[in-house]
């Protein structure tokens, strides 16, 4: 019994231990962002990359997304004659839940895993320290430029999918379903309102930040060649998908007062 106590309480504070350590990393990298000096040429890299690279990953995600959700609406809503309802709920569920969350998850897999593995390396190799020693700051030069690029490049990532993915589900209404365009069209604008919209653009800055911030937290951290770098990356996907479907709850509840 003793040892089964002993046991429990272990790992009980080495979660503490962990979760004090992410979120004090958390604290000091929030801190250095609004203080110069401001690398802008890292900033306009991490943009390009977290924002343009990840466009067609996230729009193949989006469209294919949008065409099977009028599929499955069709096969449901027939069955109550409910098809007028198809383009409603397509768009709301686009904006609201699926753009944001899919997007998310599908750049915490390209994004979180590649940051890790960037910063991982450079800790295992000592190039951070050697910045360090060069009197730069690597929270400046390695973990600001990457988390303003997750806060603002994620919400314009998810408007993409959003009309991405409406645009499959009309693809797939029009043209396989024989619903008449003009009143597609119509139906998915009737009722779309701003909040839906905006809902989707706050879940999406703060999954790039958990996206990013856990990507650079497992790199910064990682220790033991090869190996550590490699379950730093694993890590840093895991957690950051994790804290996304948690995240999208909490601001579900918040944002829609359920």
């Known amino acids: 019994m003793l040892n089964f106590l002993r046991t429990i309480g272990r790992y009980f504070l080495a979660f503490l231990n962990a979760t004090g350590a992410f979120f004090l990393f958390a604290f000091i990298s929030i801190s250095h ?14 943009f390009f990359e977290i924002g343009y690279l990840s466009l067609p990953v996230v729009g193949l995600t989006a469209i294919f997304t949008g065409m ?15 098809e007028s309802s198809i383009a409603t709920v397509v768009i709301l569920s ?19 895993a590649s940051i890790a593995a960037e910063i991982g390396t450079m800790r295992v190799t000592e190039q951070i320290d050697a910045l360090s020693t060069l009197s730069t700051n690597p929270y400046k030069y390695l973990i600001v430029p990457r988390l303003w690029a997750g806060v603002l490049m994620l919400p314009l990532l998810v408007l993409t999918a959003d009309a991405i993915g409406v645009f499959g589900g009309y693809l797939v209404a029009t043209y396989k379903l024989g619903f008449n365009a003009a009143l597609y069209i119509n139906q998915t604008f009737t009722y779309l309102k701003a909040e839906d919209v905006n809902s989707g653009l706050i879940k999406a800055a703060v999954f790039g930040f958990i ?48």
């Open 68 to 82: 099977v959700l009028v599929l499955q609406s069709y096969t449901g809503f027939s069955r109550f004659s409910a």
């Open 211 to 258: 996206i990013t911030l856990s990507g650079c937290y497992a790199g910064f951290n990682s220790k033991g060649g090869a190996q550590g770098v490699g379950a730093a990356t694993t890590s840093a996907v895991v957690s950051a998908s994790i804290l996304i479907l948690i995240c999208n709850y909490l601001l579900t509840a918040i944002l829609f007062g359920t």
């Open 33 to 46: 962002c609004f203080r110069p000096p401001f690398f802008f040429r890292q900033w306009g890299r991490q």
């Open 94 to 112: 686009m904006t609201r839940e699926l753009g944001p969350v899919l997007a998310g998850l599908m750049v915490a897999g390209r994004i979180g």
